[in-house]
């Protein structure tokens, strides 16, 4: 069969190619602990739930305008306003199938073919592949463990070329959990404003902060600096709304207008009840998202302290979403049962056949000496699953 040429160049989301194995072993009867999810494992809140049941039971169930209800542009300004500082209208709003969607539909308005987007290593799995669907070039930026995977404004000035169109700037971010500061946000931006061209600003986990950590909006440093950036955001890491897939993005009016024209011919528009559930979601108390933050970073602050125990492994401490970056790599070239982990992959399928526990390879992040671990699971299962990691590293042996 003569596929398209595109179609070799993209690869399976490895997380959720893991993530599938998982439950398949699961449907087998295996103990597994799945600790590869992106997602967050507390129920959607119940004003949630019943707006969405109001929608279906008020027969809001037809075609709404491919870029989104009137209403739910008007809540995301709101919280804009509320949250950032930031003023929009709402020829400066799209609502999407999920921040995913609305990441597809940026770049394919934004990029044409041969345009450079820079990407900070460590990335989220969905970036490069989206940029080489559109025939863009990424290009990639090593962030360094030791400078706490923060892009340097050295490393962006000497990375930016003729053809480079925009920036992605996932923050806070995954796979590290990393979150940038207001200075280190300002450093950034003082390259961007002397260059013609876009930052990216996948703020997906901005509610999911710890330690009293302030969050900052790239696009709320300044004027000139917000008509250069386009917000991608939605609702469901706060929410745990992954299924609902509602996400959004703001910008310039005339990005968001070709959006909307590449929205019109996919999609046609997000579910009209998935966004009248998302209306009260970022409308309604904000008191239950308070309560599970804090569960999260209980969850953290324990994961962190056992994974301090396992000799030879580093992390940088996560700000923010709910993941722990754990670089692994004294532990490659040792053995289990005559078999030899050389790298992420194979470590991972060990964790996984052997241990009984799923991580994601940090290859997928394109961080080969890492694995991801997620804590958006219950403490119980966090707990299981820890122990199992530890024991599984403690019967590799080095090669002899």
């Known amino acids: 069969m003569n596929l398209a040429k595109r179609i070799q160049r993209i690869k399976i989301s490895q997380t959720l190619k893991i993530t599938t194995k998982a439950k398949a072993m699961k449907e087998k009867g295996i103990d597994v602990i799945d600790l590869s999810v992106g997602e967050p494992d507390f129920p959607t809140p119940e004003n949630i739930k019943e707006a969405g049941k109001s929608a279906i039971d008020e027969d809001f169930t037809k075609y709404t305008p491919a870029d989104g209800i009137l209403e739910l542009k008007k809540a995301i300004i709101k919280r804009l306003k509320e949250d950032h500082g930031l003023e929009y209208n709402p020829s400066q709003i799209i609502v999407c199938n999920g921040a995913k969607g609305a990441f597809y539909h940026l770049i394919f308005t934004l990029i044409n073919e041969g345009d450079e987007v820079i990407i900070p290593s460590p990335y989220w799995v969905t970036y490069p592949e989206v940029v080489s669907l559109a025939d863009g070039k990424p290009v990639f930026i090593e962030t360094r463990e030791e400078e ?7 490393q962006l000035k000497k990375t930016i070329t003729s053809r480079t169109k925009a920036l992605i700037l996932n923050n806070p971010c995954n796979p ?3 979150v940038y500061s207001r200075t280190e946000l300002e450093k950034i931006a003082d390259v961007i404003l002397d260059k013609d061209m876009f930052v990216i600003s996948d703020e997906i986990y901005e509610k999911l902060i710890y330690d009293d950590f302030e969050f900052c909006s790239f696009a709320s440093l300044g004027e000139d600096i917000k008509k ?3 917000i991608i955001n939605g609702v469901s890491k ?3 709304m992954t299924g609902w897939r509602i996400g959004y993005a703001a910008g310039p009016a005339e990005i968001i207008e070709g959006m909307k024209r590449i929205q019109s011919h996919s999609s046609s528009n997000p579910s009209s009840i998935s966004q009248k559930a998302s209306v009260e979601a970022l409308n309604g108390s904000q008191e239950e998202v308070m309560k599970r933050i804090a569960e999260f970073q209980e969850r953290r602050n324990y994961l962190l302290s056992q994974l301090q125990t396992i000799p030879g492994v580093s992390f940088v401490k996560p700000k923010g979403a709910f993941y722990v970056f754990l670089n692994v790599s004294s532990y490659y070239n040792k053995k289990f049962n005559g078999v030899l982990i050389r790298n992420s992959v194979e470590l991972s399928d060990y964790l996984l056949n052997y241990a009984n526990v799923a991580v994601v390879p940090g290859d997928s992040f394109g961080a080969d000496n890492y694995i991801r671990i997620s804590y958006a699971t219950s403490m119980e299962n966090l707990k299981k699953g ?3 990691i530890i024991n599984a590293f403690l019967q590799l ?4």
């Open 176 to 178: 590290t959990g990393v």
């Open 148 to 154: 706490g995977f923060i892009i340097t404004p050295e």
């Open 238 to 240: 706060t929410y745990s």
């Open 397 to 400: 042996k080095a090669v002899s």
């Open 386 to 388: 820890i122990d199992r």
């Open 228 to 230: 250069r950036t386009i």
